[in-house]
T-cell receptor, first 118, second 109 residues
């Protein structure tokens, strides 16, 4: 009964490199959400995807960040030309239905990828 | 400005003590959730409250939704070290969840 799987758990990148974070949702879940957690800011929504579609990317920075959820394989959050300010914990969550609310199943979170930019 | 204000920010207590943490807002919500996040892990849903004035109990945890559905509280009776973690109140906003900054609880034996 695998939950949401994220890898790697820890990722160290130098400024200017690319970071790729992967997320495999729970079995049967076709909705994926990415959140970023900074110590002073708490968890912030970044993007919501369904298979092959970006539904809401209002929380994602316009530059350097992109996300995809292909028909086959995990969801990928990609950060190009990383800067020190990108250092954070990135969490993926999944649900069997969209638009999380009390009427739907709750979000199931992975254990995150901790990105450190040196 | 933060939509959800949680207090206190940090709380350190001894095993066996009781505690209450709060989540306040000037906005009205149709529902509110509490999550707990342990170090190195993702948040896990504890409860969802829907009705103003609603009280839900989960073993030693008691959750209350304010009558006006603007605030909520979490009371823990006889805290144990296993209760240590970050307690987050959360509301739904469109396709996203909005998280408070949380209360970090440390229970020592």
């Amino acid at each position: 009964n695998a939950g949401v799987m994220q890898n790697p758990r820890h990722l160290v990148r130098r400024r200017g490199q690319e970071a790729r974070l992967r997320c495999s949702p729970m079995k049967g879940h076709s909705h994926v959400y990415w959140y970023r957690q900074l110590p002073e800011e708490g968890l912030k929504f970044m993007v919501y995807l369904q298979k092959e579609n970006i539904i809401d990317e209002s929380g994602m920075p316009k530059e350097r960040f992109s996300a995809e959820f292909p028909k086959e394989g995990p969801s990928i959050l990609r950060i190009q030309q990383v800067v020190r300010g990108d250092s954070a914990a990135y969490f993926c969550a999944s649900s069997p239905q969209g638009v999380p609310s009390v009427y739907n199943s709750p979000l199931h979170f992975g254990n995150g990828t901790r990105l450190t930019v040196t | 400005t933060q939509l959800l204000e949680q207090s206190p920010q940090f709380l350190s207590i001894q095993e066996g003590e009781n505690l209450t943490v709060y989540c306040n807002s000037s906005s009205v919500f149709s529902s509110l959730q509490w999550y707990r996040q342990e170090p190195g892990e993702g948040p896990v849903l504890l409860v969802t409250v829907v009705t103003g004035g609603e009280v839900k109990k989960l073993k030693r945890l008691t959750f209350q939704f304010g009558d006006a559905r603007k605030d909520s509280s979490l009371h823990i009776t006889a805290a144990q070290p296993g209760d240590t973690g970050l307690y987050l109140c959360v509301v739904s906003a469109g396709t996203a969840l909005i998280f408070g900054k949380g209360t970090t609880l440390s229970v020592s034996s």
